[in-house]
């Protein structure tokens, strides 16, 4: 995937609104599924640390996609091993 269209859907999840937020969800959610290679781009613009943030929102459909993309994510080790050392540290607190 273009680093450049990857930039772009993660800097979505970041919105304030609700629907773009929502729609870069649902787009990384796709190129995840359709091609895990995908995962390394997004990891380096720091997809995991901002799905870990979007859980804090109160709004399903964010929880929802963003729960969906880090179980896809967990697939691979390397990721599982990142969000593993994030929640260790607090960096999600529920």
Known sequence: ???????ILHDLLKSSSADKTCRGLREIKK????NLENLSVFRTLG???QAL?????????????????????CTDEDARREVSTLCASGHLSL
């Open 1 to 7: 995937m273009d680093k450049q269209k990857a930039k």
């Open 31 to 34: 190129r995840l599924l359709t």
């Open 47 to 49: 997809l995991i640390p």
């Open 53 to 73: 943030k979007l859980i804090q929102r109160p709004n399903e459909e964010i929880l929802n996609g963003t729960l969906s993309i880090l179980s896809s994510c």
